[in-house]
Each structure stands twice: as C-alpha cells, then as structure tokens.
C-alpha cells in the first residue's frame, strides 16, 4: 500500500467560508465547490470521509444527498458522514438517500462525554440499528474534566458557558476522586469513559469544534445500569433540559477499568 492509501484523510463542509451567501451551507453549489478547494488545500485527488458539519434546514435534503452523491460518483470521496444534528433529521436524510439510490452516511460525529449524554436517547441507538459508526468529540468537554481550575482557555473559549453547572461540578468532582484512586490523569478517566462505553465508538482527542454545540444537554442511558448496581441516579423527564436530565452515578462504574500508567491511545 502507497502512504496516502495508509491515511484515512476527512474533511467537512456547511460553515461560511467567506462573506459570499453561496459559501456556505449544503447547497449543490457549495458542496461541489467546497470539496474542491479542499482537495487541493490537502494536496490529494481525494478523500476518505466527508462530512457535512450540520442539518440545513435551508437547503432541500434531496439537494444536498444528490450533491454528496455526485462528489462520490466522481472519485473525490470515498464515504460520507455527518455532524451535529437531531437523529430525526439524519434518519429522514439517510432515508431519502435510500429511496433516490444515492450514497448514504456511514458515519456520525457528535458531541460525547461524561458531562453530555443526550445522545445516547436516540442517536446511538438509531446508529446501533442501522451499523452507522460514530465518532466522538470533545471527549474532555472541551477542557472541562481536564483540569482543577481556570486556564487561559476558560478565558476565551466562548462555549465553556455551557459546562461548569452544580451537577457538572460533581461530576468532575467523582472524575478527579476516580482518578486520584487510580493514579492517573483526570483527562485519561475522561478519555477512558469514553472509550469504554458500549455505543462503539473513536474519541477525536484535541478536537476543538468551531460550530456551535447544541444546548440541548444530559441523556441517561445508564439509568438501568445504576438501579442494577445500587447507585443513586435521576430518570429523565421529559424534554431534556440543562439540569434534570443527568446522572452523577456513572463515574466510578464505568471508569474502573482505567489501569496506572495505560496509555489512554491503548485503551482507544
């Protein structure tokens, strides 16, 4: 195998590029456009996964399904994935690429880790049914369970408003009691909740994502886990609101697994 056949190169489109209406987006001409100057940024006539960064609610799916289509058809992309959208908009565009003919999506990113679980309602599941893979950033919560205090980063990351409330600073609490237990790192228990969950998935480690996160938070897919196992635990309720919707039990169940000095890409 060549080196380039040895590299899994991605990249994504839908965020503005430039002040022009017409760069941005997920219309046939902004894919098309997009993937070509991306190619040639890269240096390579193509690309093993192409993502698009979010739903267009201003673009018709059947457009944009058509136009990922075409940059497959023409050899610039080999598969397709998607990024930051609720499942029911990425099942009715992997439907509409099924009913057309067109390359689906075989691949999901989107936010996951100890402090963010919505996913885990109905995108992990409807991926699980469908053999989608998924890949998860911000596995640190953007730097949240890494650290003890303030960074230069708290400062100027504008997203980091969205972690730091009372459950989430119990749950870094448990994350730096597991961690010190264990003799390790807080981000290598984070990183390991993450690789050690049963939704199947990769962390992107050091990711830092410039679209913005949804403010829908918490999930408690381990709600049945924590009864079994005797540990306190919140159900959901309803619509998923910022602080009712989380569990402060998982921690130490999930990060026990975590051995002294494992490298946390072994464990990936």
Same mark, same amino acid.
């Given at each position: 195998?060549?080196?380039? !056949?040895?590299?899994?190169?991605?990249?994504?489109? @839908? +965020?503005?590029?430039?002040? *022009?209406?017409?760069?941005?987006?997920?219309?046939?001409?902004?894919?098309?456009?997009?993937?070509?100057?991306?190619?040639?940024?890269?240096?390579?006539?193509?690309?093993?996964? @192409?993502?698009?960064?979010?739903?267009?609610?201003?673009?018709?799916?059947?457009?944009?399904?058509?136009?990922?289509? *075409? #940059?497959?058809?023409?050899?610039?992309?080999?598969?397709?994935?998607?990024?930051?959208?609720?499942?029911?908009?990425?099942?009715?565009?992997?439907?509409?690429?099924?009913?057309?003919?067109?390359?689906?999506?075989?691949?999901?990113?989107?936010?996951?880790?100890?402090?963010?679980?919505?996913?885990?309602?109905?995108?992990?599941?409807?991926?699980?049914?469908?053999?989608?893979?998924? #890949?998860?950033?911000?596995?640190?919560?953007?730097?949240?369970?890494?650290? *003890?205090?303030?960074?230069?980063?708290?400062?100027?990351?504008? +997203?980091?408003? +969205?972690?730091?409330?009372?459950?989430?600073? !119990?749950?870094?609490?448990?994350?730096?009691?597991?961690?010190?237990?264990?003799?390790?790192?807080?981000?290598?228990?984070?990183?390991?909740?993450?690789?050690?969950?049963?939704?199947?998935?990769?962390?992107?480690?050091?990711?830092? !994502? *410039?679209?913005?996160?949804?403010?829908?938070?918490?999930?408690?897919?381990? !709600?049945?886990?924590?009864?079994?196992?005797?540990?306190?635990?919140?159900?959901? #309720?309803?619509?998923?609101?910022?602080?009712? #919707?989380?569990?402060?039990?998982?921690?130490?169940?999930?990060?026990?697994?975590?051995?002294?000095?494992?490298?946390?890409?072994?464990?990936?």
């Amino acid at each position: 195998m060549s080196a380039r !056949e040895r590299l899994v190169l991605a990249t994504k489109v @839908y +965020y503005p590029m430039s002040d *022009d209406p017409n760069d941005r987006g997920l219309s046939r001409k902004h894919i098309a456009t997009a993937i070509d100057r991306s190619l040639a940024r890269m240096g390579t006539d193509h690309v093993d996964l @192409y993502v698009i960064h979010a739903f267009d609610a201003g673009t018709p799916v059947e457009e944009t399904m058509e136009a990922l289509h *075409d #940059t497959v058809r023409a050899g610039k992309v080999r598969y397709l994935g998607a990024s930051t959208m609720y499942a029911w908009q990425f099942a009715k565009m992997n439907h509409v690429a099924a009913m057309n003919g067109w390359t689906p999506f075989v691949n999901m990113q989107c936010q996951y880790n100890v402090l963010y679980r919505e996913e885990e309602r109905e995108m992990f599941p409807y991926c699980r049914d469908r053999g989608i893979a998924v #890949t998860a950033f911000s596995p640190l919560a953007r730097g949240f369970l890494a650290r *003890d205090a303030g960074t230069a980063r708290t400062a100027h990351d504008v +997203y980091q408003e +969205y972690f730091g409330d009372d459950i989430d600073r !119990e749950i870094a609490r448990r994350v730096r009691e597991v961690a010190a237990r264990r003799r390790v790192s807080t981000a290598h228990v984070a990183m390991a909740w993450v690789a050690s969950s049963p939704n199947h998935k990769r962390s992107d480690r050091g990711c830092c !994502e *410039d679209g913005t996160p949804r403010r829908r938070r918490g999930g408690t897919g381990a !709600e049945a886990r924590c009864r079994r196992q005797g540990l306190p635990s919140r159900r959901p #309720t309803g619509r998923a609101t910022r602080s009712t #919707t989380r569990t402060r039990c998982d921690v130490r169940a999930r990060c026990i697994r975590v051995e002294p000095g494992a490298p946390v890409a072994g464990i990936l």
